[in-house]
């Protein structure tokens, strides 16, 4: 019988075998508070300290600077909502290209004040050099440009923005959310530029949801969105998910471990995903810039994206039209209009996202798949003409 066949590790990942292990005990003999001065609570912290260090360990960073939050979205609205209520109103500079839950935030600080500026891309998604230069010129007091992103995969040059930025002063963060455990991603040489938080999460590599990290520099002034017993060094106050901290250490030490060969294994099955889409007629958005070797961002003309992916969900394949979190948006990709897009084509817009159990036998069968269900629909459309 035929397997379905997953697609969408963007959106969220399997947890691994080792993790769901890791975890178990947490979730029933090892139950302690880790706030507990008894030896319950101090197995619990003993559990919560090793898992910062791998956590820190796989993002290059120091244990001491890995804040636990519940998810990504938390980790990059304590940045910017915690930040901003530590300075005046001033400008704030984000990428056209953010996740929602860096836009957000950021506009409801707009509506409070703050001036905000929205980074431009070009039509490959990367940040505007000149236009990045043009805004730092304004002096912003809060920068956040992600380090890839969710939808095309397209990697920044963070280093060069962060130098850029830091002669202004301001205190930059990169949502790090889909590069860890992809590519290469080292807090301690990112901090040198200039960069001073970044954003983990430990579903999007194996781990369980529910589990997440700010990466910062102490010597950025935070101020709490949750108030409370002053848990994680006062900036995020609640009794620690021990048994999700604890998985998310272990899938940030499998990260670690397979990150290189996985990389290797994941591009060569991206480049024969895109032969074949070519082959479909199909355009890649984001193509010739620096991509996750995991990402593939594409449409075919006259064929709306919804209506593809459910097709293929029907055909045992399951991908996404976009961001997980803007499913329920009829509006085209905000991504892909920053990118300049046409409306229509960013409508058909279709993301496959190969993770750790996918094979060249699944992209094979994928294709097919696809193929057909384009054929019947085109030929629908032609019939409806």
């Not at 197995?43 to 120091?62: I, P, Q």
């Not at 085209?332 to 084509?345: F, R």
Request: charged content about 20%.
């Amino acid at each position: 019988m035929f397997a379905p066949v997953y697609l969408d590790h963007n959106a969220s990942t399997p947890a691994d075998p080792a993790v769901v292990e890791a975890m178990l005990p947490y979730l029933s003999a090892h139950f302690g508070n880790a706030s507990s001065r008894h030896e319950y609570g101090r197995a619990a912290r003993r559990a919560v300290d090793e898992a910062r260090s791998k956590v820190a360990v796989a993002v290059g960073a120091h244990p001491t600077e890995v804040i636990f939050t519940s998810g990504g979205s938390e980790a990059n609205n304590l940045l910017i909502k915690g930040a901003a209520a530590c300075l005046k109103p001033g400008v704030l500079a984000v990428s056209a290209i953010e996740h929602p839950c860096v836009l957000k935030p950021a506009e409801q600080l707009e509506r409070r004040g703050w001036s905000l500026d929205r980074l431009a891309v070009d039509a490959d998604g990367r940040i505007d050099a000149s236009r990045f230069a043009v805004a730092m010129g304004r002096k912003p007091k809060i920068v956040s440009v992600m380090l890839a992103n969710n939808e095309t995969g397209v990697v920044q040059d963070l280093e060069l923005l962060a130098e850029r930025a830091r002669l202004t002063g301001a205190w930059f963060h990169t949502d790090a959310v889909q590069a860890v455990g992809k590519i290469d991603v080292d807090f301690r040489r990112l901090n040198a530029a200039g960069v001073h938080a970044l954003t983990v999460s430990a579903h999007k590599i194996g781990g369980p949801k529910g589990a997440a990290a700010l990466v910062l520099d102490k010597r950025i002034e935070l101020e709490p969105l949750i108030a409370g017993g002053g848990h994680e060094r006062g900036l995020r106050s609640g009794t620690e998910n021990v048994a999700a901290i604890v998985g998310f250490g272990v899938a940030c030490e499998l990260a670690v471990q397979r990150r290189a060969a996985l990389a290797q294994r994941l591009l060569k099955l991206r480049g024969e995903l895109e032969h074949g889409l070519r082959g479909c007629g199909a355009t890649l958005f984001g193509q010739a810039a620096e991509r996750l070797p995991n990402t593939v961002y594409f449409a075919i003309p006259d064929v709306d994206g919804e209506t593809l992916v459910g097709h293929l969900d029907r055909a045992g394949y399951a991908v996404a039209s976009g961001a997980a979190c803007s499913s329920a948006n009829p509006e085209p990709s905000h991504v892909l209009q920053a990118m300049g897009v046409a409306p229509d084509l960013a409508r058909g817009a279709v993301r496959v996202s190969l993770g750790y159990g996918n094979t060249a036998e699944q992209v094979v069968g994928f294709l097919s798949a696809l193929q057909a269900t384009v054929a019947r629909l085109q030929g629908l459309t032609a019939m409806a003409v």
